[in-house]
């Protein structure tokens, strides 16, 4: 899980279209300057989107916090695991709760 709600998982995946490369112990001011150089139209085109479609706007900090606090809350009770037995349950995403 990714966001509370559908609305919540499309605001943090507009918001930090990186979102996966959190996992990863990458700083959210460091992503976001390598996606601004890559795409320096990113701000206006993520408000344009978010306001198309009639989501508010959160800073990239306040996204990663509800991200994280939901990834918290997937443990143990959610882990996607195979039914047969054989297989060990998925990874976590975020092992670590929210700092």
Known sequence: MIGADLVEAITL??????WRDLAKSFAISEL???LRA??????AERDH???????ASVSEEEAAACLLAV??????????RVPDGDHLPYELLFPSSPA
Do not use: E, N, Q
């Open 13 to 18: 995946i507009a918001v930090l279209p990186f």
């Open 32 to 34: 976001g300057s390598d």
């Open 38 to 43: 890559d795409h320096p139209d990113f701000d």
């Open 49 to 55: 989107l978010l306001h198309a479609l009639g989501l």
């Open 71 to 80: 990834a918290a809350r997937t443990a143990p009770d959610y882990v996607p």
